[in-house]
């Protein structure tokens, strides 16, 4: 398996075919350089509309979640900041589950 750099400025594997992973179906599959507005409100509206309406909506959280991506750009329809809240709520949850049992 070879791997490749994205511009989700991670390594990730090289999806082969690429059509059949959820990254290829994203809604930022054609502009995924907009997903990274530094920080301006406009460009960080524009890309959360983006992800409004993506049919990989809940994988890419999903990913987002378990890989930690909580530095750069918006994923999911959330900055940074917003997946590291859910990243926190979820350690939280489990945590509080594998204390009951
Ligand atoms: S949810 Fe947003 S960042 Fe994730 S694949 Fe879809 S458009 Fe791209």
Redesign the pocket.
Known sequence: MTIRHTNFRRATPNPAPAASTW?AR???RDDPDA?FPDGNKEGIAAAKE??GP?P??RQ?LRDAIETRDTQWG????LTPQERNAVVKEVARRRAKTEAVV
């Open positions: 990254r994203g809604a930022c997903m983006v992800c993506c990989v909506r890419c918006i994923r999911a329809g």
